[in-house]
């Protein structure tokens, strides 16, 4: 075939090819477009094989390259979600740890409160019964003072006459020099001081 | 070439067979090599850089990762929900025509996507996928399509056939960027190149004002750095608007 055609060609094409096949041979010069040289089956081969080629490369970048690309950057997507993930759950877990700490501080704090108040109140309420108690036996004290004030008061002032008689007749013995009688000096005296205690 | 003052530009897109005469008997070209290397690098970098599967990215595993979510977010910005279906697609005909455009850049290699029948071929797979799946998933009311909405009756035999013109260039239009797009860029290299080794033969100052066109060169290459890229990135994103048509209800 590839004779038959060739026999058909234009001279000047053929001597083209001739030296074209020929290894080593210098180039002759290109008559025309060597790319509208339908003459040379290279042409139309180049045409089948580019073909094949083409083929053969798409089905491969197809059926294994592509997808091979496309499933490192899907496992990337999913590594980076699944790590973006991770991270908000921790976030998430570090508010609700963060939460927990201040409550915990805030009770604390309110039960700190209550005990100091209870504290408090049990020391005011302890003052209190102890002062009732101190004022208690203060006031006894206080009447017990003022009755034995009272008895003693009585007692001198019931003693009072018996001393004044007494100074009254060692007075009058010695302005007479004689002593007196003692129950006219007990009535004279008992007088006096009856008007005393009138006045 | 340089003594006779001829310029070979088109020599570069020439095709021969390579592996000697196993290549000659399977009719495989350099195009065809340069089709396998490209495949390859594709894989490599795929599967050497994804080997680790890493969490956090290495250099190739970073470039492996950029280009899939360059290309998936593309489809799927652009077609849809659907696009997940046409990621592979597109995925392959983006790095098929960016590895062929950038390893036609190395010198003395070949330029696959410099070939129409390459890059028409292409074409005509975008075609046929969205023709196909406009059929299957709108069925018969994909042919109202070619009549736009709102348009007077009366108007129907002027739009229709534009409409359908307009469509059936779509192959046309796609192929003859792209080849079209690589090829200039490769006839102006080979242009300059040319002008360095004819000027070197001229007296003394002719080695001197050879550099200027070296120094083209170097900006044409920074130009076609940027065109390669640019070309397969425009042949992907109109595959994608193609076929978000096609899946549209």
């Known amino acids: 075939m590839t004779r038959s055609v060739l026999r058909r060609l234009p001279s000047r094409i053929l001597s083209a090819s001739g030296a074209l096949l020929a290894l080593g041979a210098p180039r002759a010069f290109a008559a025309g477009m060597p790319q509208l040289d339908f003459g040379n089956p290279l042409t139309k081969w180049q045409v089948v094989w580019g073909a094949v080629i083409f083929a053969a490369l798409y089905l491969l970048l197809s059926r294994s390259a592509l997808p091979k690309v496309a499933f490192v950057l899907a496992e990337r997507r999913g590594r980076i979600e699944a790590d973006l993930d991770a991270a908000k759950l921790m976030r998430d877990q570090a508010d609700a740890a963060i939460d927990a700490l201040r409550r915990a501080r805030h009770d604390a704090a309110a039960e700190a409160n209550a005990i100091v108040d209870k504290v408090v109140a049990e020391a005011r309420a302890q003052a209190a019964t102890r002062n009732a108690e101190m004022n208690a036996r203060l006031e006894a004290q206080i009447d017990a003072a003022e009755r034995d004030v009272a008895e003693s008061r009585a007692r001198a002032l019931a003693s009072l006459p018996a001393v004044a008689s007494d100074t009254a007749a060692a007075l009058v013995e010695r302005l ?3 002593p007196v009688e003692q129950a006219r000096l007990s009535s004279a005296v008992d007088a006096v001081l009856a008007d005393r205690r009138a006045a | 070439m340089a003594a006779e003052h001829k310029i070979d530009a088109l020599g570069q897109f020439e095709l021969h067979p390579v592996f000697g005469e196993l290549g000659r008997a399977l009719h495989f070209s350099n195009s065809n090599l340069l089709m396998v290397i490209a495949s390859a690098l594709i894989l490599l970098l795929l599967y050497v850089g994804m080997s680790k599967r890493a ?5 190739l595993q970073a470039a492996a990762e950029l280009l899939y979510d360059f290309i998936y977010n593309m489809a799927h910005d652009q077609i849809g929900h659907e696009g997940r279906r046409f ?17 036609g850049l190395v010198p003395g290699s070949f330029t696959y996507t410099s070939h129409i029948a390459v890059t028409a071929a292409l074409a005509l797979l975008v075609f046929f996928v969205g023709l196909l799946t406009a059929l299957k998933v709108q069925g018969v009311k994909f042919f109202a399509h070619f009549m736009p909405e709102g ?13 359908i013109l307009s469509f059936l260039s779509r192959p046309v239009s796609l192929s003859v960027r792209l080849f079209a797009n690589m090829m200039a860029g490769h006839v102006m290299f080979e242009m300059f190149a040319a002008f360095t080794i004819m000027l070197g033969g001229l007296h003394l100052i002719g080695p001197v004002l050879g550099i200027g066109p070296v120094v083209v060169n170097m900006a044409l290459m920074a ?23 096609a899946v549209a209800h």
């Not at chain 2, 990621?87 to 390893?103: E, K, M, S």
């Not at chain 2, 348009?151 to 409409?163: D, F, Q, T």
């Open chain 1, 176 to 178: 007479l020099g004689h």
């Open chain 2, 55 to 59: 969490i956090v990215p290495g250099r």
């Open chain 2, 87 to 103: 990621f592979p697609l597109v995925f392959t005909l983006f790095t098929f025509i960016l590895f062929g455009n950038y390893l």
């Open chain 2, 151 to 163: 348009a007077p009756v009366a108007l129907a035999p002027l739009l229709v056939p534009i409409e």
């Open chain 2, 223 to 245: 130009l076609e750095l940027l065109v390669g890229g640019l070309q397969a990135y425009v042949f992907a994103i109109l595959t994608c608007i193609y076929l978000r048509e």
